[in-house]
């Protein structure tokens, strides 16, 4: 970890197994539901669930300041606090509660390398118990807008003199427009393709075997090989903004790339937009 642009913010199943209950330490696991978690769980560990109370369902929006604030004050969970979070098999869920945390302005995160998956594989303990929580009271600051972008970010970073390059972080199927969503997946779009001038790179490519991120030379070669220097913005986006989240970690923590932006709205969102171009397969012939 330590050839990376930011070691600080990724810990090992050891140091978890060993700090998880840590005075000053929360640990969460984040996932799309709690199935997962009420199975078994890392001993001291609480969860938050995705959809129901990092999102607002009805506004299709992140969890407004005044929900997020209770959320993190009913996990006992104060300005000091480091939060370390760890999440579905492939860590999408952990990385999205980390940027959502840099938006409101939390300052101690951690995401544990290898998530459920790694800690599974090395059959590590698990429990069904909750812990006992004190609640305490959380105020978030004012929203990093840097680290998020919107649809009409995206429409300025389309024009070829904008110096923002896209990358769309699907796999290669959704990215060609062979196919919308995942098998089984609920949130898809009208259309499908991808954002013109988009390179794809699946998130996929990150990770080892065991959820693990590669190393920083794979990674760096990686991304310079479809033109990601860090010379110029990013801006990251899949179909619902968890696994471009994901990409976005890579890219400003691992890698050190500065200017990175996650578009949460993703393909659900620009998959449906009225006047939103799209390519299909490797055309640079875009459709409407």
Known sequence: MSDYAHPEVLVTTDWVAAHAKDPGIRVVEVDVDTTAYDQGHIDGAISWNWQT?????????LAAPKAFEDLLGKAGISAGTTIVLYGDNNNWFAAWAFWQLKYYGHEKILIMDGGRKKWLEEKRPLTTSKPTVAASTYKVKTANAAIRAKRDDVFAAIDKNSGVQLVDVRSVDEFTGKIIAPP?????????????????IPWSQAVNEDGTFKSRDALKQLYSSKGITGDREVIAYCRIGERSSHTWFVLKYLLGIKDVRNYDGSWTEWGNLIGAAIEKETSSAAAK
């Not at 109370?53 to 929006?61: H, N, S």
């Not at 991808?194 to 390179?199: E, M, R, T």
């Open 53 to 61: 109370e990092l999102q607002d369902a009805i506004r299709r929006d």
């Open 184 to 200: 089984g997946m609920t949130e898809t779009a009208q259309r499908a393709g991808h954002i013109p001038g988009a390179a794809n």
